[in-house]
């Protein structure tokens, strides 16, 4: 329901990586969902779009 805009954005994104006998055995991601959406206009969301 967001109409596209063209415009860049930027999201950070964190990567965890766990380490066990020199090798990568889990990895974790995050990543700043919240931020991409405040960018785009997505977000806050008005009491008017809540009612939709």
């Known amino acids: 329901g967001i ?3 063209g415009k860049p954005f930027r ?3 964190h990567e965890f990586h ?6 990568v ?4 991601h ?3 969902w919240l931020g ?3 960018q785009v ?3 806050p969301i008005t009491d008017q779009e ?3």
């Open 30 to 32: 995050l990543e700043d």
């Open 11 to 13: 999201m950070p994104i």
């Open 3 to 5: 109409a596209p805009t």
């Open 25 to 28: 055995t889990h990895t974790w």
């Open 18 to 23: 766990y380490v066990e006998n020199g090798k």
């Open 41 to 43: 206009g997505a977000w």
């Open 36 to 38: 991409w959406l405040y």
């Open 50 to 52: 809540a009612a939709q």
